[in-house]
């Protein structure tokens, strides 16, 4: 089967080296912030089609969406909010922002709260598959994106990284812990568990390995 397959749809096992990489975490070229703010974007947007899809969202997706439940705010607030206090746990743990770090906790939920508008809803199950795989695929191209300019971690992958260290655990295992932490919470306060839950947690890691390779080689044609 794997003969028939181009080599260049096989996930990534790294994340390549690219011409718009950035070698600081707050200097950067045009190039590299107009791709780091694409890749963001897209972030958000499949976040949003996976929300808009009704049946199950992305852990930390769930975890705003109970509190918007709880609070009234609008998903896109508390994905910034959410953000903004992952990120005040870095400053104990001794972990260094970028400018990536900062940009991705706004347009993120900028993103999330505009295209939330955009999009339809569907109600019929095909649909609402196709609208999740859609979303998984759209997450996986702005990581392809985003994890390349090396402008920094996200709040959330900031904080396992740095717990990863300090605990000795495997960074598997340490994701897994809190990914079932905010999931459990967030269901608990009202956010959406379903079959995009668990499509995004088997998928997720494939569809950014896929992207990375994909986004690696097309630079080099």
Request: glycine share 12%; net charge positive; aromatic share 12%.
């Amino acid at each position: 089967m794997k003969k028939y397959i181009p080599k260049w749809l096989f996930p990534s096992k790294t994340i390549p080296i690219t011409p718009w990489r950035s070698n600081h975490y707050w200097k950067t070229k045009p190039s590299t912030f107009l791709i780091l703010i694409l890749g963001l974007w897209l972030f958000g947007t499949g976040e949003a089609f996976l929300l808009t899809a009704g049946e199950g969202i992305s852990p930390w997706t769930v975890f705003a969406q109970g509190i918007s439940v709880q609070t009234g705010l609008s998903i896109g607030w508390t994905t910034f909010i959410t953000g903004v206090a992952v990120l005040a746990l870095w400053f104990p743990l001794k972990i260094k922002p970028g400018l990536g770090t900062v940009l991705n906790i706004i347009i993120i939920s900028l993103s999330l709260e505009i295209m939330m508008k955009i999009l339809p809803h569907p109600k019929e199950n095909v649909w609402q598959i196709l609208q999740i795989l859609a979303g998984i695929a759209i997450v996986g191209l702005g990581s392809g994106f985003y994890l390349t300019c090396h402008m920094g971690a996200g709040p959330r992958d900031g904080l396992m990284t740095r717990l990863h260290y300090l605990t000795g655990l495997p960074v598997g295992r340490v994701r897994l812990f809190i990914e079932v932490t905010v999931l459990t919470i967030g269901w608990i306060l009202g956010g959406t568990v379903g079959l995009g839950t668990v499509l995004f947690g088997v998928l997720i890691g494939y569809s950014v390995a896929t992207w990375l390779k994909i986004v690696g080689k097309l630079t080099k044609i």
